[in-house]
């Protein structure tokens, strides 16, 4: 559980972002006399929606080094933490002018992006490490499943807060008041969404400080048999005996860039890369722009026909109907499968 909250935050925070754009368009982008609401310039954005993906793999490489070095538990930490200030800073977002406004947001989505890439790939280190080999592909595709659940907590924030706004603000489409359509209040929208994804991450941090570091980590890099037997035996409540001479055997095995590696297990490698690669061109393409899915493909009214609020309501709606019909379940029927 522990685990899968990093991957729930991850998904959370990197998401939320699709269910605010058009809202920024229109409250920071507004021609005065437009036949439509303001849209966000297509370089700024691509900006807000992927800068925050330049950040992660910079932070996977990082972290991930950085875990390898200092431990995985105490890397654990200090993700989360970033990952705390970086999604209220985002939703502090300041500036006179949108251009200042949308750069603020972009430093702090590099890094909010940081701290997610750092958090990913640990989350499922730290599950493979503490699963046996019979449970390990369940185990860690139940981690996987819980990024369906941060879109799925995205969109049912935003219908929530959207609702709400609605109700105490009312206002007009913006075919019939182009300035009324987009009342002051909703700035506080996507502030509230983004802020709101430094909460998850804050509530499993005590939790993850209690976690022991990985036994293969202990036994295996920090070269202490006895206490990573001693951590197992605690977490699983089980008794297990530490057995220096097979640690001692283990840990002279071949290093990653070694040609030992790539003759056992390079090809391996390259195919499970290169596939998760092509299939995340699709999976987080789709999920940041499929706003303007909706929009070319009907599911959502045009914008002129509605008011910012309503807009990110019909928006949030959609994605969560898509999270729950289909992304929650398919990552589920695959944990299943395991």
Request: glycine share 8%.
């Amino acid at each position: 559980v522990i685990a899968g909250m990093g991957f729930f935050t991850d998904a959370y925070d990197l998401f939320c972002i699709s269910l605010v754009t058009k809202l920024l368009g229109r409250l920071y982008y507004h021609v005065d006399g437009a036949a439509k609401p303001g849209t966000l310039p297509p370089n700024v954005s691509a900006a807000v929606n992927g800068v925050a993906l330049f950040g992660t793999l910079a932070g996977q490489l990082f972290f991930g080094w950085l875990g390898d070095k200092m431990g995985r538990k105490r890397v654990y930490g200090m993700t989360l933490m970033l990952m705390v200030i970086c999604s209220v800073a985002s939703g502090l977002s300041f500036g006179s002018s949108p251009k200042a406004v949308m750069s603020t947001l972009c430093f702090f989505r590099f890094w909010l992006g940081f701290g997610i890439g750092g958090d990913y790939p640990l989350s499922a280190t730290i599950m493979s490490e503490y699963a046996n080999k019979k449970t390990r592909g369940a185990f860690i595709a139940a981690v996987f499943a819980m990024q369906g659940f941060g879109i799925l907590a995205g969109g049912l924030f935003a219908i929530i807060v959207s609702t709400a706004f609605k109700a105490k603000f009312s206002a007009p489409a913006y075919e019939v008041d182009a300035i009324a359509s987009t009342v002051p209040q909703a700035d506080y929208v996507w502030r509230t969404i983004l802020m709101v994804g430094a909460l998850p991450a804050a509530l499993t941090y005590y939790s993850r400080t209690k976690m022991p570091e990985t036994a293969r980590y202990t036994a295996l890099v920090a070269k202490n048999a006895k206490k990573a037997a001693s951590d197992m035996s605690k977490a699983l409540q089980v008794d297990i005996e530490a057995e220096p001479q097979k640690v001692e055997e283990v840990s002279k095995a071949y290093g990653l860039f070694s040609k030992e590696f790539v003759r056992r297990h390079g090809v391996h490698l390259f195919g499970t890369a290169s596939t998760w690669f092509l299939l995340d061109i699709a999976f987080y393409s789709q999920n940041l722009f499929q706003k303007d899915i909706f929009s070319a493909i009907g599911w959502i009214p045009p914008a002129k026909t509605m008011n910012a609020i309503d807009e990110v309501y019909k928006i949030a709606k959609a994605q969560t109907l898509i999270a729950l019909c289909s992304t929650v379940p398919g990552y589920w029927f695959i944990r299943g499968l395991h």
